[in-house]
């Protein structure tokens, strides 16, 4: 078995800019490489910046004063970095203004009171506002406020910073959704996970701006039904979504391609024939169908709200039919896991992703709503809950997301470490959108239905549907479906334990 799986396309895993290198012979006292530029002379000798930033950034107990501060002192005896004190370091590396020990950002300053001042003079003044005060703190409170100061350059972030001190942008939902952008719904969530800002649903709002642009410029034939179709059945449906705390993204995203598959076809039905949805008849359905992709059976959905509020009731459009079904062989499952375990081509949350879609059959949607708290780490071994019962985790996956909840990323820029979500996304308190994790997989290299249709067809044979079922967050629909496809329909399990036959004489 070829142990490099087909179509595997590594990514960079990489990250950040590679550490610059001088020609002279001037070696840092700690990494030996020749310094391109200095950034401190002590006791031990020179230092090159990147030594010299771990230096500041080190905290713990010295081991040979016992006191618990700043570390910037080379390793003893024990292989412990030491305090400044033990290591004749003379700087004194308390903030002039918070009395912190940390590394000087700018005079006598640490970098959380330079943010800070930078961020107050951006607001105008320390501002009065408990949200924007509110707002300061979180920023100052990240976990690397380096990143903070990096983004705060941006002319964009400063536009929108000024806007909300001198307020000329509203710090509401309304102000966030006229500005736009990164940096405006960066802070939007950030003011939401730190509940500065109600929640509110991200998809809704924009559903809704989606429809009207959609709209615009369609003739009234075919604007009127449409609107009727996107307004009381999609939207008044998705707003009852939102209101009980449902997840809308998968049905906004199916509302829209009926919406577009819905125009599409009375576009073409206004301008082949000059007929309306309501004078459609069932040969022009058959001829749109017959001669076009498969989505086009998407058009299913308004034409039973037609029929159901007396607009026609005179055609009908069958059940869309899956064409194929994608599958990979048992040897490319095996070398893809193979791969995502111990190989370096994705980053550490992709990879555990794919494991998770690869291993138990988890759709992307679902994978990407895992919480911390999902998953079980005790003595005995791990457990992760995908459906109604724990299932275990077997080495070495288990490892795998050991070393990922230690260092899940995304956590270091205001939101802090309390984010419940197993990936984390960029925006506070939000986990990485489906979209995001499906790309990334698909660019590897992995074929995700194939994935997910071999993994479920593998466990149905290994074990009663109905088990799989119930373990994984299936159907037992599903589950038996794919059961019947791999001959092994277990038809007549019923989930309870079966007598022991006995021995006849």
Request: charged share 20%; net charge positive; hydrophobic share 35%.
């Amino acid at each position: 078995m070829n142990p490099t799986p087909d179509g595997l396309s590594p990514r960079s895993t990489r990250r950040g800019r590679p550490r610059a290198t001088s020609t002279r012979d001037d070696p840092c006292a700690r990494c030996g490489r020749n310094i391109p530029r200095l950034a401190a002379r002590w006791p031990e000798g020179r230092l090159c910046f990147t030594c010299y930033n771990t230096a500041i950034h080190t905290h713990g107990t010295c081991p040979n004063c016992r006191q618990d501060r700043l570390l910037p002192g080379p390793p003893g005896a024990d292989g412990e970095p030491v305090c400044g004190t033990c290591a004749g370091i003379d700087v004194d590396f308390h903030c002039q203004r918070c009395g912190a020990e940390a590394g000087h950002h700018r005079g006598n300053l640490c970098v959380r009171c330079v943010l800070r001042e930078d961020l107050h003079a951006l607001l105008g003044s320390a501002p009065s506002d408990p949200t924007l005060a509110g707002l300061v703190d979180a920023l100052c409170a990240a976990d690397r406020p380096e990143s903070i100061i990096t983004w705060k350059r941006s002319p964009k972030v400063k536009t929108l910073l000024t806007g909300l001190g001198d307020g000329s942008i509203p710090c509401t939902h309304d102000g966030f959704d006229a500005v736009g952008g990164k940096p405006a719904e960066h802070v939007r969530a950030l003011l939401q996970h730190h509940d500065l800002l109600p929640t509110r649903d991200p998809y809704l709002p924009r559903f809704e701006q989606w429809i009207a642009t959609k709209l615009d410029g369609l003739p009234d034939e075919v604007r009127q039904p449409v609107h009727h179709f996107a307004t009381w059945h999609h939207l008044r449906r998705i707003r009852a979504k939102a209101a009980d705390g449902t997840p809308t993204r998968a049905p906004i995203h199916s509302a829209k391609q009926e919406i577009t598959e819905t125009i599409k076809f009375l576009s073409w039905l206004h301008t082949t024939y000059g007929r309306t949805a309501a004078t459609c008849t069932q040969p022009d359905i058959d001829e749109w169908l017959a001669t076009g992709p498969s989505t086009r059976q998407l058009i299913r959905t308004f034409f039973v709200v037609a029929a159901r509020t007396r607009l026609n009731t005179t055609v009908t459009v069958g059940h869309r039919a899956a064409r194929s079904s994608p599958s990979l062989t048992q040897d490319q499952r095996i070398v893809w896991i193979h791969e995502l375990l111990t190989g370096n081509s994705e980053t550490l949350p992709y990879r555990v992703a794919g494991t998770l879609l690869l291993l138990y059959a988890r759709p992307i949607t679902r994978i990407v709503t895992l919480q911390v708290s999902d998953v079980t780490d005790q003595a005995d071994g791990m457990t992760i809950a995908l459906g109604l019962r724990p299932t275990d985790v077997p080495e070495p996956f288990a490892g795998l997301l050991r070393t990922h909840l230690a260092t899940r990323p995304n956590l270091r820029t205001g939101a802090g470490g309390d984010n419940p979500w197993l990936l984390p996304g960029t925006l506070a308190g939000r986990h990485l959108h489906p979209t995001t994790v499906a790309n990334r997989l698909r660019g590897l290299g992995i074929n995700l239905r194939g994935a997910r249709n071999r993994a479920l067809a593998e466990l149905v044979v290994e074990c009663p549907p109905s088990l799989v079922a119930d373990a994984l967050g299936y159907s037992h629909q599903v589950a038996f479906r794919h059961a019947s496809k791999t001959a092994e329909p277990w038809a007549r399990y019923v989930g309870r334990s079966l007598p022991r036959p006995t021995d006849t004489p």
